[in-house]
């Protein structure tokens, strides 16, 4: 299917390790890219590719990959990344594809 | 420095052509690999791509809006256009323009910088 299936909704405890994810068909051909939002905010890119960060990203943000199934980790929440996190794949025509998004909150 | 700003109007009527420009300086369109994008997003809902256009002047819409999307490119301007007809109240939305590369590998993409959005209303 040309979906990309997200939890609607995760919580971390503060300091704690945190594991988003997104499945989908075409996550076992293509890799995912994932987007940070806070309110009133653009996306901003954390990772793309098989795991790589745009400059600035903190690393405990990390990305990983198994058959349908792509993953945002956070090592260590910090507060300041309660936000939405999307992903992004191909579509069965090879365009862009974004999940339905996760609300992040640290507790 | 990458930056893109998208620009058009805040208000369209129901029927009417959206037409959005998006203005990007710090790269371009003609070197390989290099895309534009646009993006919107309902108030309170997902992200949802809508078209992209690529340095060959390829272009690639969604397959549930690409009946109403047009996108274009002026590389001298460094500006990448996008009109949509027949405007809907649904289609109030967040419009973003975003550079998308194609990995070297030509293998996926992604958003690396995001203009910073503008709201259009639909609306009569």
């Known amino acids: 299917s040309s979906e990309l299936t997200q939890d609607p909704a995760v919580s971390v405890a503060l300091g704690q390790t945190v594991r988003i994810t997104c499945q989908g068909d075409?996550?076992?051909?293509?890799?995912a890219s994932w987007y940070q939002q806070k309110p009133g905010q653009a996306p901003v890119l954390v990772i793309y590719g098989k795991n790589n960060r745009p400059s600035g990203i903190p690393d405990r943000f990390s990305g990983s990959s198994s058959g349908n199934t792509a993953s945002l980790t956070i090592t260590g929440a910090q507060a300041e990344d309660e936000a939405d996190y999307y992903c992004n794949s191909r579509d069965s025509s090879g365009n862009p594809l974004f999940g339905g998004g996760t609300k992040l909150t640290v507790l | 420095q990458v930056t893109l700003r998208e620009s058009g109007p805040a208000l369209v009527k129901p029927t009417q052509t959206l037409t959005l420009t998006c203005t990007f300086s710090?790269?371009?369109?003609?070197?390989?690999?290099?895309?534009v994008s646009w993006i919107r997003q309902p108030p309170g809902k997902a992200l949802e791509w809508l078209a992209l256009i690529d340095w060959d002047d390829d272009k690639y819409y969604s397959t549930s809006l690409k009946t109403r999307l047009t996108i274009s490119k002026d590389t001298s301007k460094n500006q990448v256009v996008l009109t949509m007809t027949n405007m809907d109240p649904v289609d109030t939305a967040t419009y973003y323009c975003?550079?998308?590369?194609?990995?070297?590998?030509?293998?996926?993409?992604?958003?690396?910088?995001w203009g910073q959005g503008t709201l259009v209303t639909v609306s009569s």
């Open positions: 975003a550079r998308t590369p194609l990995d070297s590998s030509g293998y996926y993409y992604y958003h690396d910088y």
């Open positions: 075409s996550l076992r051909s293509y890799y």
């Open positions: 710090g790269f371009s369109l003609s070197t390989s690999g290099m895309c």
